[in-house]
C-alpha cells in the first residue's frame, strides 16, 4: 500500500533575524513526529520555498531528514527550468526522502501534452515517486482530470495534492483507485476522506496536529459522528488561518506558542493585529 496517506504537515521555515533557525525547525519536526501525523513536507508553499536559494533549501531538507527520525518526508520541487528541476531532482533523491511534490511549472502555462511530457520526464528520472501538486490558482494553469489519468499510469506517480476546487475531478481520482488523492485545501479535508480520499496535506495541522490526526483516525474507523464533532471544531480556526495570506497567520500562533520567530520573507507579510488577537483565541481553546 502507498505511504501518501493519513496526515501530512507541510512545514514552515522558521526565520531568525533573517536566517534559517534550523534549532526552531527541527524542534518543530520533533513535535509533529510525536504529535501522530503521517509524514512531513519540507520546501512545500507553507515553507516559503520559493523565498529560499539552494543552498537553504539543501539545509532545510537535512535538518528535517535528521529530526524526523524515520518519518515518511516529502520534498518540494518547483519551477520552470527542466535542467534545474532535474539537478534538483537527482540531489534530494540521493537522500532518504519518500518522494516529491511537485506543482505544475508556474508562469508559463503550459499546455496539457506540456505536462504530461514535464511529468513523465521528472517521473522517469526519479529514484523515488512523485506526489503531483495540483494548484492553479498559484500555478496558472489546472491539470486537468484526463491529464491526471493519463499521469497515473506511471509507476512513479503516486499521488496527488488536490487544490484544484473540483469535486467531480476529486470524485474521478478517488474512483479511478490509481492515485493516492490527498486534500490540499484544508477545508475539504472531511469532505475528502468521506468520499475515500488518503488524508491532507494541511497547513492547519501546525496548530492543532492531535485532532487533525483523530478526525482522520475517526473516518479510518468509520466513528462519523465523531469526525463530524472533530471537524466542526476545526472549521473556525482552518478558515482564519487562511483570512490572509499563508503562512503569516500559522506562524503567528506558532510564534504566540513560542516555537519560532513571527518572522517572513519579503513579501510575505505577518498576520494583522487583528487577526493575531482572533487566532490566539481560537487556538488557546
Known sequence: MSIFTGIWVPLITPFFNGQVD?????????YYVEAGVSGLVALGTTGEAAALDQLEQRAVVATVLQAAAGLPVIVGLSGNHS??????????????????LIPAPCYVRPSQQGLIDHFSSLA???PV??????????????????????????????AV????????????LIADG????????????LNNLCMGGSGAIAASVHVKPQRFVALYRAVSEQRLHDARAIFHELAPLIRLL?????????????AQQGWIKDE????????SPALRAQLLQLAEG
Open 124 to 126: 522517469d528520472a526519479s
Open 83 to 100: 535542467g534545474q528541476l532535474h539537478e534538483n531532482l537527482q540531489y534530494f533523491g540521493a537522500s532518504d526522502i519518500a518522494g516529491f
Open 242 to 254: 487562511f483570512a490572509e495570506a499563508s503562512p503569516g497567520p500559522v506562524k503567528a500562533v506558532l
Open 264 to 271: 517572513l520573507r519579503v513579501p510575505m507579510t505577518v498576520a
Open 178 to 189: 490509481r492515485l493516492q488523492v490527498l486534500s490540499g485545501e484544508d477545508i475539504n479535508v
Open 129 to 158: 515517486p512523485l506526489v503531483l501538486y495540483d494548484i492553479p490558482y498559484r500555478s496558472g494553469v489546472q491539470i486537468e482530470l484526463s491529464t491526471l489519468l493519463t499521469l497515473a499510469a506511471h509507476p512513479q506517480i503516486q
Open 22 to 30: 534550523h534549532a526552531a525547525l527541527g524542534k518543530l519536526t520533533r
Open 161 to 172: 495534492k488536490d487544490c484544484a476546487g473540483s469535486v467531480a475531478t476529486t470524485q474521478a
